[in-house]
């Protein structure tokens, strides 16, 4: 997998609006954290690749690691529940997926009755997980299962909608240079700006599944802009500039004042609200984050550090990556990578800890409960390999899971105006 590229002036662009003094006793407090040794990081994630290497059961056909239940109502493969996301976790931890696990992804079925086309439970993502592993022919013709699914304009957002398999299609495209790929990516975002609701100058999409307005990064605005300025590097289309500009408009007016801050329901009318990554402040300023260098963005930016402040937990009912801890320690991630933030660094350590006393040690190494700490996950989503994905990250770097998917701005300006 390759890094975003963010240039220089870009990121004192961010720091400028990311390390803004954060006020109060408790940033001082927090200033103060001591940050976890790495040897013990390495060490558990070392385990937590070593519980998952002794638990993959390639008899079965339902699923090959211990997942969340809700794999069994969707299927074996898929990037957030399935095997895919946790292969994704091993290849960035060891550098391989063992070869009997990957022949059991690879040679897995899957058809357009079977599975969706989207990036967190369908095709989009297998192909995308197969892309990553090497396996180039048979993630085109996954992807081109999704690229006629009949399905694929019923949803907007990143993890179930057109967002998220056209965000595939940009990948594709990049790589292989194919113009198929691009119209694909293009059919997804003319859908969206067809679709979207234009309130002044922000854009909301109201989901078809549940017909409800979204906010955030998983179903909301936040994710759909993530696609949509990629969209426009690759074919200089002002309009979905816009449109992704006008996305992020439309989630930041959805945040809800809180005791500590501003933090986003689920959706429009939803009283909860949540600090986390697919659902939450954090997804919102994820994206935030990545594109507040860009021209028209500025305004937006200026909320970063107000967002930074909202985000930020050290106990959560989930150490998940979706909606627990993990994401949360994602962000504040990005902040100190991204932006130089010594705040964020010392509080991304604060989460790390939080995170490390939910692992449940087993003989053949450690383990995380899933959804509702009910039982032992190794999925993307609620498990183990979405928590390995963030402390893989906070050793030793690189791009973010279902954030940068190796897609780089710059290649697709370059492409557009080749």
Not at 95 to 112: A, C, F, K, M, Y
Not at 266 to 286: E, K, L, M, N
Request: charged letters at 20%; a negative charge; one cysteine or more.
């Amino acid at each position: 997998m390759t890094t975003q590229s963010i240039s220089p002036d870009q990121a004192m662009s961010i720091s400028r609006l990311a390390t803004q003094p954060a006020p109060g006793p408790r940033a001082r407090a927090i200033a103060e954290a001591v940050l976890v040794n790495a040897q013990v990081i390495k060490e558990h994630i070392d385990k937590l690749c070593s519980f998952i290497l002794a638990n993959a059961d390639h008899t079965r056909d339902d699923r090959l690691w211990p997942a969340d239940q809700q794999i069994f109502g969707l299927n074996p493969l898929s990037l957030a529940h399935g095997a895919c996301g946790t292969a994704l976790f091993l290849h960035a931890a060891m550098g391989q997926v063992p070869r009997e696990s990957l022949d059991w992804i690879v040679n897995s079925p899957v058809s357009i009755d079977a599975y969706p086309p989207g990036l967190s439970t369908g095709l989009a993502g297998i192909a995308y997980t197969l892309w990553e592993l090497g396996q180039h022919e048979r993630a085109e013709e996954v992807m081109s299962l999704c690229r006629r699914s009949p399905l694929r304009l019923s949803d907007p957002g990143l993890m179930w909608g057109a967002a998220g398999w056209g965000i595939v299609a940009l990948r594709l495209y990049q790589d292989t240079g194919k113009d198929a790929y691009l119209d694909a990516a293009c059919e997804a975002g003319e859908y969206l700006v067809s679709t979207g609701i234009r309130e002044d100058d922000a854009m909301v999409w109201r989901t078809p599944s549940d017909s409800q307005i979204h906010f955030g990064y998983g179903h909301g605005g936040a994710g759909i802009a993530s696609f949509l300025v990629l969209l426009g590097d690759a074919t200089g289309d002002d309009v979905f500039h816009a449109t992704a500009q006008q996305a992020m408009a439309g989630d930041l007016r959805g945040g809800l004042p809180q005791r500590i801050g501003i933090h986003w329901p689920r959706y429009r009318g939803d009283q909860a609200t949540f600090p986390y990554f697919i659902h939450g402040t954090s997804g919102v300023g994820t994206v935030l984050i990545r594109n507040s260098w860009r021209t028209g963005w500025e305004a937006h930016g200026e909320r970063l550090a107000a967002l930074a402040e909202d985000s930020f937990c050290v106990w959560s009912i989930l150490p998940s990556l979706f909606d627990g801890l993990s994401g949360v320690g994602e962000f504040m991630l990005d902040l100190h990578r991204l932006a130089g933030d010594p705040l964020a660094e010392a509080r991304v350590h604060r989460i790390a800890k939080s995170v490390l006393m939910y692992g449940v040690e087993r003989p053949g190494g450690i383990a995380y409960p899933g959804r509702w700490l009910e039982r032992l996950a190794t999925d993307a989503s609620t498990g183990s390999a979405g928590i390995g994905f963030f402390l893989l990250r906070l050793h030793a770097g690189g791009p973010r899971f279902l954030v940068d998917f190796g897609v780089s701005p710059e290649k697709l300006q370059a492409m557009s105006h080749g």
